[in-house]
């Protein structure tokens, strides 16, 4: 099987059986996604989807969040991964939309990246979600499904990971594309026991074929 027919095959089953992937996070504005983007490195959406509501409310943007002290923030996501690293972003985030981006988003990566706490994988978030542009984020999900269906060649870093697959998906679905590797590796092909059996993607999944042939040995 060629690369191209891997990629081709991939696509079109994610395009028949999933053609409206979501990002999970709740939210209902730029700015509230970039806050629940931050939150959930390293987090389940699941928790993030808890701790947000009342966080949103209490600061519905970026001037007001900007406003607060490290204590009042503190207590609103104390429950999610690393609250006081999150903390501090949260804040920093806010103060440098509001004195240096007129409290509006940055809709390119560059200024994305200029916003503490944010990354690259995190402007790409962003970039996808919210301005539907051709923007790859690679989280753990995106990184090992990715390897093992064998869309990359045992990339090593997330970088090479976005760089093959922005090379090889169609801009016009990267998007999508985005959400189709996310959740499947959330909730099929997961880390620790991928449900291979249970896989539509067999077929073109290089894991699954190499672990066939050598059970055939």
């Known amino acids: 099987m060629t690369v191209k027919e891997r990629y081709e095959g991939i696509l079109a089953w994610f395009s028949e059986n999933m053609p409206s992937p979501e990002t999970e996070l709740h939210y209902d504005n ?7 983007v931050i939150l959930s490195a390293q987090c389940t959406d699941k928790r993030v989807n808890i701790v947000t ?6 600061y519905p943007d970026p001037a007001s969040l900007a406003a607060a002290t490290e204590e009042e ?5 104390k429950s999610v991964t690393f609250p006081n690293n ?9 103060k440098v939309l509001t004195e240096e981006f007129g409290g509006e988003m940055p809709s390119d990566i560059d200024n994305l990246m200029k916003l503490p706490g944010v990354g690259r994988k995190t402007a790409n978030v962003m970039l ?4 539907d542009k051709a923007a790859m984020a690679v989280d753990t999900h995106v990184f090992r499904v990715s390897n093992r269906l064998g869309l990359t060649n045992n990339s090593k870093t997330p970088l090479a990971t976005e760089k093959t697959l922005m090379k090889h998906i169609p801009a016009e679905i990267v998007p999508k ?4 590797l996310i959740l499947h590796g959330r909730y099929v092909c997961k880390a620790r026991k991928p ?4 896989c539509g993607l067999q ?3 290089k894991t699954w074929n190499k672990s066939r042939k050598e059970g055939d040995a």
């Open 30 to 36: 730029p700015f509230h996604l970039l806050l629940a």
């Open 53 to 58: 509501p009342p966080l949103f409310e209490a």
């Open 73 to 77: 923030v503190y207590p609103f996501i």
């Open 86 to 94: 999150k903390t501090r972003h949260l804040i920093r985030a806010a």
């Open 128 to 131: 996808a979600v919210v301005w």
């Open 177 to 180: 594309a985005h959400h189709w």
């Open 195 to 198: 449900e291979c059996l249970d």
């Open 203 to 205: 077929q073109w999944c």
